[in-house]
């Protein structure tokens, strides 16, 4: 299904849904089909997700072609990820939390044989619950589900099988080609009733017969779904765009698996040499799925192909737990103190970044990171509710100035001139 991690796939698939599907998709899009029929989504979350295409450009193209009276139910889809990026942004801990109480429930599978045989018959699609054993196999074997399949089966992995909501949100984002951590964990948190605190989504047989268009029946579904608690409050901390001044001395430009589009990042500003680092086995200390893994390489390689291209540098690429050493031998290999990379959202390449920048900085190099003015414009709605983001979109998409988009060609700064880096998305 996703078998092209280019940038060139992500245009062509959104200049087509946006010609055939784009129209249609509030009246079609709660229709599970089937992987052999998703026409009536767009499938563009893997690239959305790797930003080898710009949420601003899909938007720019939708409105290009359609009245936003007419798309807007699409439109309020794309902001959802910049609503979820946003709220993650305001509160990093309940990552930080999530993925500890991960490692204490992985520890728990190894120790306790029948919460591992449990967990095992839902990821090994074995439950006898005929929907939710094909969605199991289907995200493994394509890296994809519907939305709506993704709502039903975390809802029955809580709520039926009584199975923690951190496993089932590991199991998605080790396999999902477009697993993130903001959408993922958040919307896992939402199914359990630990979002929005004490609202359910109970998946109903009747809905999943309907929405399937009749392909499922399943039996033994919970008929009610007690909110999941936790003791934890978490507030929202103040949003931290790290932009900083150029310096003097030349850059290297890192790319990432969170911004594959690179030429627009450092507008009109020349690096010396471009990298990708993945950070992707970072999600979780279980494996990650083929499908997620190649995706996700395929995307950072070619986005530091084009990069490459683009400014007629080297480009290079790898692959570690830990970026430090990775950075500062290629640092060092081309002469720079300075790693220019796009100001990654709370998940694991921040993590890797943060923990490479205090090791880089007894090396004398630092980093610095440069934020998208999409997520500067939406991510201060993204606070509580949904609602308040979704009242700004006409005035964030006015501001964003949409068609000024084309990256624009790299010159050289002048020795002595310190210039702010500008971020073209
Ligand atoms: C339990 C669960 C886990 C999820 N995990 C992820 C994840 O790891 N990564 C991810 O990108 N999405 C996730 N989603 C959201 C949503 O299911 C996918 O974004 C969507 O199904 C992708 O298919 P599409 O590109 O055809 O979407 P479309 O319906 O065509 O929507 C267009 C774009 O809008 C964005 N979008 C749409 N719906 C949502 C949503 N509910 N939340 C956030 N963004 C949305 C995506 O970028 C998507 O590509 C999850 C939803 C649930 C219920």
Same mark, same amino acid.
């Given at each position: 299904?996703?078998?092209?991690?280019?940038?060139?796939?992500?245009?062509?698939?959104?200049?087509?849904?946006?010609?055939?599907?784009?129209?249609?998709?509030?009246?079609?899009?709660?229709?599970?089909?089937?992987?052999?029929?998703?026409?009536?989504?767009?499938?563009?979350?893997?690239y959305i997700r790797h930003r080898l295409i710009l949420e601003q450009e899909v938007i720019s193209?939708?409105?290009?072609?359609?009245s936003a009276g007419?798309?807007?139910?699409?439109?309020?889809?794309?902001?959802?990820?910049?609503?979820?990026?946003?709220?993650?942004?305001?509160?990093?801990?309940?990552?930080?939390?999530?993925?500890? @109480?991960? =490692?204490?429930?992985? #520890?728990?599978?190894?120790?306790?044989? !029948?919460? $591992?045989? *449990?967990?095992?018959?839902a990821v090994g699609g074995n439950t006898g619950i005929d929907c939710f054993d094909a969605w199991a196999r289907e995200l493994v074997d394509t890296g994809y589900l519907h939305n709506h399949a993704r709502m039903w089966f975390a809802s029955i992995w809580v709520f039926t099988l009584k199975l923690p909501w951190q496993l089932g949100a590991d199991f998605f984002l080790r396999?999902?080609?477009?697993?993130?951590?903001?959408?993922?964990?958040? @919307?896992? =948190?939402?199914?359990? #009733?630990?979002?929005?605190?004490?609202? !359910?989504? $109970?998946? *109903?047989?009747?809905?999943?017969?309907?929405?399937?268009?009749?392909r499922f029946d399943p039996k033994g579904l919970s008929t009610t779904a007690e909110p999941?608690?936790?003791?934890?409050?978490?507030?929202?901390?103040?949003?931290?765009?790290?932009?900083?001044?150029?310096?003097t001395e030349s850059y290297g430009l890192l790319v990432t698996e969170d911004d594959c589009y690179p030429e627009t990042l450092a507008s009109g500003l020349q690096p010396v040499a471009v990298t990708g680092g993945l950070a992707i086995r970072n999600r979780s200390a279980l494996p990650v799925g083929i499908e997620a893994f190649n995706f996700s390489s395929a995307a950072v390689r070619d986005a530091v192909d084009r990069a490459s291209r683009h400014f007629g540098v080297e480009g290079g690429y790898f692959?570690?737990?830990?970026?430090?050493?990775?950075?500062?031998?290629?640092?060092?290999?081309?002469?720079?103190?300075?790693?220019v990379t796009a100001m990654p959202p709370v998940g694991p390449v921040a993590d890797a970044l943060s923990a490479a920048t205090h090791a880089l900085a007894r090396y004398g190099i630092r980093i610095v990171e440069l934020s998208r003015a999409y997520d500067r414009e939406a991510w201060p709605h993204a606070q509580r509710g949904y609602f308040k983001l979704k009242k700004q979109i006409p005035a964030i998409i006015d501001r964003l100035e949409l068609d000024e988009l084309e990256p624009?060609?790299?010159?050289?700064?002048?020795a002595g001139d310190e210039t702010r880096l500008s971020s073209g998305g």
């Open positions: 299904m996703f078998t092209s991690a280019t940038r060139s796939a992500g245009l062509e698939r959104t200049e087509t849904f946006v010609r055939t599907g784009a129209r249609q998709y509030a009246k079609a899009r709660n229709f599970d089909f089937g992987p052999n029929n998703r026409a009536n989504v767009s499938t563009l979350s893997p193209q939708t409105l290009a072609r359609h007419h798309v807007s139910k699409f439109l309020e889809e794309v902001f959802w990820r910049a609503y979820f990026k946003g709220w993650l942004q305001h509160r990093p801990a309940v990552w930080s939390d999530y993925q500890a @109480s991960l =490692r204490t429930l992985i #520890g728990q599978l190894e120790a306790e044989p !029948t919460l $591992l045989d *449990r967990y095992n018959a396999h999902l080609v477009d697993g993130d951590p903001a959408s993922n964990t958040l @919307s896992w =948190r939402w199914v359990s #009733g630990l979002h929005t605190k004490g609202k !359910t989504y $109970l998946a *109903r047989v009747s809905n999943i017969v309907n929405y399937t268009d009749g999941l608690t936790e003791r934890a409050e978490y507030e929202p901390q103040a949003l931290e765009f790290r932009d900083e001044l150029l310096p692959e570690a737990d830990d970026w430090s050493e990775s950075l500062a031998e290629w640092a060092t290999k081309h002469h720079v103190n300075t790693i624009v060609m790299p010159q050289r700064v002048a």
